[in-house]
Each structure stands twice: as structure tokens, then as C-alpha cells.
């Protein structure tokens, strides 16, 4: 049945001469693959529509396994986030652990709604600290809907709730003054406090007056996270200090 659906285009590759298939983040079905005719030919009118970053409307083809797509219509080229080097670090950096860790044809229309809204923003805006602390955003949020969400409402070990002292990577979240131990991270009260509200807090009542060096804190520990729980760390990472 062919029906028109809304997504973001986070991957695509060359399929045969002239067309591509495409990684596309749905509202509708989630993560799917789509082959789209004349997306590898500049003069196809699908040709911008193939590009990552593109916001667009696909009428498709739906299937379970490799969708087809031949018609489309963009909504929002996001020309910004495409030609900005310091900006696209962040978007292909989310975009992978989108990729790698969703699973495909689930719906997830808070996360879809979430990451559009982000990219609108950081389209917008140069204020990097900004951009930094959406990309924390989205990843506590991720993990939440993967199922391998940071314990911050007590210790991991014992449940205390009150003498909180640090977090500790391979436990998975808050420890302690009894169950710390040397392996244990050594982040700032301040920067464990404004994970537990990050992670609380909606998107539309993020703060963005950090101080730096709890954003590099969170950084360094969400990466550590991410790397010691799904064995991930992402092409794009690496380029985050030159940003
Ligand atoms: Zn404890």
C-alpha cells in the first residue's frame, strides 16, 4: 500500500547507477530502509531528498523489509546543520546512535519529535554550549527508551537515596558514600546534580547557563557510558574537542 510518511534522513548509500537506499527516521514505522529511485542523480528530483539531514515527506511503498520510494517532498532542508562543520559533528554523532540503536519498523514518536526538534535549534543557533547539552539530552533520553537507563533515583547498590557520593560507570548509576568504590568516577556534585535534572527535566525547560566544566564532565561520563554498556562510540565523538 503506498503512503505518504514523514521522516529524517540519517543514512544513505549509492544503489546502482543512479539510485540510493536510505536510512530514514520515521515518525510512522521508526527506523527504515528505503530504496529511492533517482536519489544518486543530480537532476532527479529525489536528489535532495537523499541527502542526511533532509526533513521530508515520502510517499512509499511500505514493506517490512526494504521500502520504495519514487516521489517525495521536502519539508526542511536544514541547510545550516549540512554545511556547518561544528554543527553536523553533533547531529551525525546522535544520527549513528540512532542508527545503531534502534531497532527497526518501532515507533518512537518522542524521540523522533525530540531529535527535530534539536536539529531546528541547532540550525538556529551558534551558541555551542547549547548544542552540547541537547546532545546530552537526547542521549539520556535514548538510553531510557533502549532500556539501559543510568539508576539515578538512589544508590545502585544499597538504594540509599540520601548520601549520594558519585556515579560509577559499570554499576550504572549513582553510588553511595558506603558503596563507592576506587573504580568509581570522581564527577562534581554539580555535575552529578545536573545529570539527575537533565535526565528529569523536559526539553522545553533545558537551562543552557552551565558552567563548562560540568558539560565536560557529563560529556566524558555519557561517553564512558555509552562505550562500557552498548560497546559503542561513534565516528563522530572524536571531532567533539575541535568543536
Ligand atoms: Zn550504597
Known amino acids: 500500500m503506498v503512503e505518504t510518511i514523514e521522516g529524517i534522513v540519517i543514512k544513505a548509500s549509492d544503489y546502482q547507477e543512479k539510485s540510493k537506499i536510505i536510512q530514514v527516521f520515521t515518525k510512522e514505522h521508526g527506523l527504515i530502509g528505503i530504496y529511492l529511485k533517482g536519489g544518486n542523480h543530480y537532476k532527479s528530483k529525489t536528489f535532495a531528498l537523499a541527502q542526511p539531514i533532509s526533513h521530508a515527506f515520502f510517499n512509499i511503498l511500505y514493506t517490512k523489509g526494504l521500502s520504495s520510494c519514487f516521489v517525495g517532498e521536502m519539508i526542511h532542508s536544514f541547510r ?13 554523532h546522535l544520527f549513528e546512535l540512532i ?7 518501532q515507533s ?3 524521540l523522533y519529535d525530540l531529535i527535530l526538534n534539536i536539529m531546528k535549534e541547532i540550525n538556529d543557533t551558534d551558541n555551542t554550549k547549547k548544542t552540547k547539552i541537547m546532545t546530552l539530552f537526547f542521549e539520556l533520553k535514548l538510553l531510557y527508551f533502549i532500556g539501559v ?7 545502585v547498590e544499597c538504594g540509599d537515596q540520601e548520601n549520594i557520593a558519585n556515579f560509577d560507570i559499570s554499576k550504572g548509576g549513582f553510588v553511595c558514600n558506603q558503596c563507592i568504590d576506587d ?7 554539580e555535575s552529578l546534580k545536573f545529570l539527575y535534572q537533565l535526565f528529569h ?12 566544566k560540568i558539560i565536560t564532565e557529563l560529556r566524558d561520563l555519557v561517553t564512558n557510558y555509552y562505550a562500557y554498556h552498548l560497546n559503542m562510540k561513534t565516528n563522530s565523538s572524536k571531532y567533539f574537542d575541535c568543536s
Not at 546543520?81 to 559533528?89: E, S, T
Request: hydrophobic residues 30%; proline residues 4%.
Open 80 to 92: 545550516s546543520l549540512k554545511i556547518d562543520f561544528h554543527k553536523n559533528i553533533y547531529i551525525y
Open 99 to 105: 542508527y545503531k540503536n534502534i531497532e527497526q519498523h
Open 108 to 110: 518512537i514518536p518522542y
Open 149 to 155: 537507563a543510568p539508576i539515578l533515583s538512589h544508590c
Open 183 to 189: 573504580k568509581s568516577g570522581h564527577y562534581s556534585i
Open 201 to 212: 527535566q523536559e526539553f522545553t525547560s533545558l537551562q543552557y547557563e552551565i558552567d563548562e
